[in-house]
């Protein structure tokens, strides 16, 4: 079903301001962050995450922990970011 229905993929999970990829990042799930990816999740979208120094846009891949992670986020146009965020 998520092959043909970006929506899902691209919609952000409220109330956290995390896509899905993040959070498959998160948990080091590689095989759903593939899925994620080959149905269309955008590799470099922003999340915003709170810290004990205040908030950060992070990218997926400056989340990822594993090799294969960053292989895989790598290999689908990810690029590594981080920076303060100030709403």
Not at 2 to 18: E, H
Not at 53 to 69: C, I, N
Request: positive net charge; glycine residues 6%; hydrophobic residues 40%.
């Amino acid at each position: 079903k998520l092959r043909n229905n970006n929506k899902i993929v691209r919609r952000v999970i409220v109330p956290s301001p995390q896509t899905p990829l993040h959070v498959a990042v998160l948990s080091n799930s590689v095989a759903v962050a593939k899925l994620l990816l080959e149905a269309g999740a955008y590799a470099n979208a922003k999340a915003i995450i709170r810290g004990v120094f205040g908030q950060r846009e992070k990218s997926p891949l400056s989340m990822a922990r594993s090799l294969k992670m960053k292989r895989l986020l790598k290999k689908h146009g990810g690029k590594k970011s981080s920076k303060r965020y100030n709403p």
